[in-house]
């Protein structure tokens, strides 16, 4: 009974740090939208009209994807899953990223296993999963540097890991224990819920995502899967 009273005080603690969060998050744009609304009752350029509905409907897209990371914590996940590939959904994730790693001249070095056994996954959400981590990467960098993506399938543990490797700044330790908290951040721009998605996300598939990090030298993010249908069916696949 206590460990369900310990559990109940956690969630709730939770609830109330989402929605501080959220307040704050979905408060600046709203401002931002009620201010160019306002400005164009006063006497505007066409030119000038145009840039505002811009503006507002960025921030109403900003918003939107706000709730729509919000709304990964309640959708029922077990429903979509299927047999996935990870190798597949990483190489496809690689070439959506690959203009922004240009940008940041960014260079990715892959190393994939072979004819990985599959896992218990969505497809389309694990693309966010390691597009969020991917972009991550790429932008802890200070617009050049290398990232490492590796897939291996330790037979041991009857799991497989996806390990990206930053050679960016590096994360304070401090900071390392508060990734995944919702809201949490340390850039100037974003909503702290990408990386508390992507674990909430990885948890349900019976995953996980670890970091280990350096200042000065990089991070490391690991994606740790367990094979589908478990020990004999992986051995199954692999053969």
């Known amino acids: 009974k206590l460990e369900q009273q310990v559990q109940r005080a956690d969630r709730l603690s939770l609830i109330g740090e989402m929605a501080a969060g959220m307040a704050h998050e979905i408060r600046n ?8 609304a306002q400005l164009q009752e006063e ?15 960025r921030e109403v897209d900003r918003m939107n994807q706000l709730i729509e990371q919000l709304l990964y914590f309640s959708r029922p996940t ?6 996935v590939d990870v190798n597949h959904v990483l190489n496809n994730t690689l070439m959506l990223v690959e203009m922004q ?7 990715f070095e892959v190393n994939m296993e072979p004819d990985l056994p599959t896992v218990n996954a969505n497809e389309e959400q694990l693309e966010q999963v390691f597009l969020n981590i991917l972009i991550n990467a790429i932008q802890a960098m200070d617009n050049a540097g290398t990232v490492g993506i590796s897939s291996h399938y330790d037979f041991s543990q009857h799991q497989i890991r ?3 490797i930053d050679s ?3 994360i304070a330790p401090e900071n390392i224990s508060k990734l995944f908290d919702p809201f949490f951040t340390t850039k100037a721009t974003g909503t702290g819920l990408g990386l508390s998605v992507a674990q909430h996300i990885m948890e349900i598939w019976g995953g996980k995502i670890t970091v280990e990090s350096e200042l000065g030298k990089g991070s490391t993010f690991s994606l740790i899967f367990p094979v589908a249908g478990g020990e004999a069916d992986a051995d199954r696949q692999s053969e």
Not at 78 to 83: G, H, N, S, Y
Not at 101 to 107: D, E, I, N, P, V
């Open 168 to 170: 960016g700044f590096g």
């Open 78 to 83: 077990l429903e979509q899953v299927t047999l």
């Open 162 to 164: 996806i390990a990206i």
């Open 29 to 36: 744009p709203l401002m931002a939208i009620k201010g160019f």
């Open 43 to 57: 006497s505007t350029t066409a030119q000038e009209q145009k840039e505002y509905n811009a503006i507002i409907v």
């Open 101 to 107: 790693a240009k940008h940041f001249h960014t260079t």
